[in-house]
């Protein structure tokens, strides 16, 4: 059974740093690209960043580039999202993502980012 498990959510002040963790189980995890989702109050559900298996290939949405960066330990089967700079509007639920399970794959119960003043 797949479970993605996040972590590390908190309320933050702008130009602040937080640091976000996926921990996966019941698949195997170094052989996914794996995902990191967020959707706002009111918003879609917006892609944020990409990892490929090994960890080599990156794709950030242009909106958190230069700002957030994502990495994984597969040896701890986990994903981390290192977000620097936050602003107001990246405020959101943030969801861990892996293509596997069916359909439109495996998501976390989502953690919350909140970047106010």
């Known amino acids: 059974q797949v479970q993605l498990v996040e972590s590390g959510g908190s309320s933050v002040q702008p130009g602040g740093s937080l640091r976000l963790s996926c921990a996966a189980s019941g698949f195997t995890f170094s052989s996914y690209a794996m995902n990191w989702y967020r959707r706002a109050p009111g918003k879609e559900r917006e892609l944020v960043a990409t990892i490929g298996s090994a960890g080599g290939s990156t794709i950030y949405a242009h909106s958190v580039k230069g700002r957030f960066t994502i990495s994984r330990d597969n040896a701890k089967n986990t994903m981390y999202l290192q977000m620097n700079s936050l602003k107001p509007e990246d405020t959101a639920v943030y969801y861990c993502?892996?293509?596997?399970?069916?359909?439109?794959?495996?998501w976390g119960q989502g953690t919350q980012v909140t970047v106010s003043s």
């Open positions: 993502h892996a293509p596997v399970g069916g359909g439109f794959g495996s």
